[in-house]
């Protein structure tokens, strides 16, 4: 069956950086286009950026425009996000989600707090 695993989160002080990476199985990764979406605490989902499905056509919402950069690796199965100029208000839990679906991981805490 479809598995996405998140991995990397963390506790950072403002200013920091981050590298979540997302391992795919179950299905044929290099064919699909993927994103990175967040949840803050008492808040809905927000997609935050997306990659299609041979590496390019990156987008991102425009408050990390500048600061993450998301990426893949097709041979590895695995989505990435590095996160720089980390700031409070990117304290969430970071799902990877195939994009346009609802199909997601169970999600990596990130807190940014010093």
């Known amino acids: 069956q479809v598995q996405l695993v998140e991995s990397g989160g963390g506790l950072v002080q403002p200013g920091g950086s981050l590298r979540l990476s997302c391992v795919a199985s179950?299905?044929?990764?290099?064919?699909?286009?993927m994103s990175w979406v967040r949840q803050a605490p008492g808040e809905g989902l927000e997609w935050v950026a997306s990659?299609?499905?041979?590496?390019?056509?990156?987008s991102y919402i425009d408050p990390v425009k500048g600061r993450f950069t998301i990426s893949r690796d097709n041979a590895k199965n695995t989505l990435y996000l590095q996160m720089n100029y980390l700031k409070p208000e990117d304290t969430a839990v970071y799902y990877c989600?195939?994009?346009?679906?609802?199909?997601r991981g169970q999600g990596t805490q990130v807190t940014v707090s010093s």
């Open positions: 989600q195939v994009a346009r679906t609802p199909t």
């Open positions: 179950g299905f044929t990764f290099s064919t699909y286009a």
């Open positions: 990659i299609n499905s041979a590496g390019g056509g990156e």
